[in-house]
């Protein structure tokens, strides 16, 4: 099993990675990434994608978005997701390790992640690395 930064789009992994978010989020409607979305998101220079290899199948990923502001560097880390079959294994942990990594390379100043409260095994995994609950209000707008 190797961790690795995903740097070239395909339509395996592509596959692969669909597959991951419906069993991150649950969602089988069409709502899936496109080729050309992958391709936007390996090409992105403040977006650094990890992956869990098992061969050349993508087990698990996980994003760590650079913001750059005024004053101020931070990132923000989505849909970390280990395949069902693969859990248990440390590939979560090891996927974060890389984005802290990452985010340390970058020189951010602080990373923020959000994760449903039903995901105990994630909740578990990012106290353990150091994040702390942030109170805050969540707003979102659907466009």
Do not use: C, W
């Amino acid at each position: 099993m190797e961790i690795v930064q995903l740097k070239k789009e395909s339509k395996s992994a592509l596959d692969d990675i669909n597959n991951l978010l419906i069993q991150l989020r649950g969602d089988t409607s069409n709502n899936r990434g496109s080729l050309n979305d992958l391709h936007e998101v390996v090409k992105n220079q403040n977006v650094v994608m990890v992956v869990a290899k098992d061969g050349e199948r993508i087990v698990g990923m996980g994003f760590l978005y650079l913001i750059i502001h005024v004053g101020r560097r931070s990132g923000h880390v989505e849909d970390v997701v280990v395949d069902k079959d693969y859990r248990g294994q440390g590939l979560g942990e090891r996927i974060m390790k890389d984005l802290i990594g990452a985010a340390r390379k970058n020189k951010l100043e602080t990373i923020y992640l959000t994760s449903k409260p039903e995901r105990l095994a994630a909740n578990h995994l990012y106290q353990k690395l150091g994040f702390a609950p942030k109170e805050t209000n969540v707003y979102k707008l659907s466009l």
